[in-house]
């Protein structure tokens, strides 16, 4: 499904008091915009404002955007946005650390299991700050605002009910990118399968994988249930962001004052999406429970002990996938300061 935000032809004198730009500030150019979810995903609901604003403040800017991987899955966005067939996406930190190992980094057993609060505070600052800084260098694009964390990963099954990581032994289960994924689920003796998120549902119906690493409002926005998902084991492995970003070409090819109009945009548009991401997936859990998913909730103390057991594979993985070791190290001193390590 393709949804097209076109501009309008003129602005109005309320709109030029209000600072808006008119038309003839720049030629008119298009801002094609990749995403892999569907229309009602918290993403795209999200990035929709965003195109709603841009247009406003920029009218001769045509924003365009693809819905459901029409153009390309998320884990070629970065190239997209290299050769210019897309202007922007907004891909899962997961989708690029094969370009940029780093982004792997919000995946690290360090979080795993970790409350809400503390797993957010991490990724916000300097750390964050630094990480924006890598992506941009190694992907040649600029990013324009915070990043929209969808939520906690958890493990959701269609035939076996988890109620410990030892359940997870010989099971094959979906993720969505991202080579520390493998080697956690490798820990708990899981075989982890990668599968782009529209082939999910055929995926998990034909008993291709077992169950799926994603979250509640993921599992909503595709209806997952009817794909055979019947038990969720909310774990919390990682907080799984969505990164802004847009091909470098055409932000520099935009004026200042055009640039300082996208940056406002996303900063509006990821506002509401953060605020209503966490909303949106406490109802979705309770609309999975009312479809018929039965949820378990490991206590806090067996996902501490969990977490302890994978940080053994940490160093390791830092090591292999060419990690810098100096954010690692802030992140485990804050986690240590928190008594999570």
Same mark, same amino acid.
């Given at each position: 499904?393709?949804?097209?935000?076109?501009?309008?032809?003129?602005?109005?004198?309320?709109?030029?008091?209000?600072?808006?730009?008119?038309?003839?500030?720049?030629?008119?150019?298009?801002?094609?915009?990749?995403?892999?979810?569907?229309p009602n995903h918290i993403r795209n609901l999200t990035v929709g404002r965003f195109a709603e604003d841009v247009m406003k403040r920029v009218p001769a800017l045509k924003v365009e955007i693809f819905h459901s991987a029409q153009l390309h899955p998320d884990r070629d966005v970065p190239k997209?946005?290299?050769?210019?067939?897309?202007?922007?996406?907004?891909?899962?930190?997961?989708?690029?650390?094969?370009?940029?190992?780093?982004?792997?980094?919000?995946?690290?057993?360090?979080?795993?299991?970790?409350?809400?609060?503390?797993?957010?505070?991490?990724?916000?600052?300097?750390?964050?700050?630094?990480?924006?800084?890598?992506?941009?260098?190694?992907?040649?694009?600029?990013?324009?605002?915070?990043?929209?964390?969808? !939520?906690?990963? +958890?493990?959701?099954?269609?035939?076996? *009910?988890?109620?410990?990581?030892?359940?997870? %032994? @010989?099971? =094959?289960?979906?993720?969505?990118?991202?080579?520390?994924?493998?080697?956690?689920?490798?820990?708990?003796?899981?075989?982890?399968?990668?599968?782009?998120?529209?082939?999910?549902?055929?995926?998990?119906?034909?008993?291709?994988?077992?169950?799926?690493?994603?979250?509640?409002?993921?599992?909503?926005?595709?209806?997952?249930?009817?794909?055979?998902?019947?038990?969720?084991?909310?774990?919390?492995?990682?907080?799984?962001?969505?990164?802004?970003?847009?091909?470098?070409?055409?932000?520099?090819?935009?004026?200042?004052?055009?640039?300082?109009?996208?940056?406002?945009?996303?900063?509006?548009?990821?506002?509401? !999406?953060?605020? +209503?991401?966490?909303?949106?997936?406490? *109802?979705?859990?309770?609309?999975?429970?009312? %479809? @018929?998913? =039965?949820?378990?909730?490991?206590?806090?103390?067996?996902?501490?002990?969990?977490?302890?057991?994978?940080?053994?594979?940490?160093?390791?993985?830092?090591?292999?996938?060419?990690?810098?070791?100096?954010?690692?190290?802030?992140?485990?001193?804050?986690?240590?300061?928190?008594?999570?390590?």
């Amino acid at each position: 499904m393709r949804f097209a935000v076109l501009a309008a032809s003129a602005v109005s004198c309320s709109l030029l008091v209000a600072g808006l730009l008119p038309p003839s500030a720049l030629a008119e150019e298009k801002l094609r915009i990749s995403l892999e979810t569907a229309p009602n995903h918290i993403r795209n609901l999200t990035v929709g404002r965003f195109a709603e604003d841009v247009m406003k403040r920029v009218p001769a800017l045509k924003v365009e955007i693809f819905h459901s991987a029409q153009l390309h899955p998320d884990r070629d966005v970065p190239k997209a946005l290299r050769q210019g067939t897309i202007e922007m996406g907004v891909p899962g930190a997961w989708q690029i650390d094969k370009i940029e190992p780093n982004a792997a980094i919000v995946d690290l057993p360090a979080f795993y299991g970790l409350p809400e609060d503390a797993a957010h505070g991490l990724l916000e600052g300097e750390i964050g700050r630094k990480l924006n800084s890598l992506f941009e260098r190694k992907l040649q694009v600029k990013i324009p605002g915070a990043w929209l964390p969808l !939520g906690f990963g +958890n493990t959701f099954t269609t035939g076996k *009910e988890l109620k410990v990581t030892g359940d997870f %032994k @010989g099971m =094959k289960i979906r993720i969505p990118g991202g080579a520390i994924n493998i080697d956690r689920y490798k820990a708990f003796g899981a075989n982890a399968v990668l599968v782009p998120w529209p082939d999910v549902p055929l995926a998990l119906s034909q008993g291709a994988v077992e169950g799926l690493y994603t979250t509640f409002e993921s599992v909503r926005s595709a209806q997952l249930w009817d794909a055979g998902v019947k038990y969720a084991y909310v774990e919390r492995v990682a907080v799984l962001p969505y990164i802004p970003m847009i091909g470098l070409g055409f932000w520099n090819r935009q004026k200042p004052e055009v640039q300082e109009h996208l940056l406002a945009a996303w900063k509006d548009a990821v506002t509401w !999406g953060r605020a +209503n991401a966490r909303l949106r997936e406490q *109802e979705a859990m309770k609309l999975a429970e009312e %479809k @018929g998913i =039965k949820v378990f909730r490991p206590r806090q103390e067996d996902l501490d002990t969990a977490r302890r057991a994978l940080l053994a594979i940490q160093p390791d993985l830092v090591r292999k996938m060419g990690l810098d070791p100096q954010i690692v190290d802030e992140i485990v001193a804050e986690l240590k300061k928190a008594g999570a390590v």
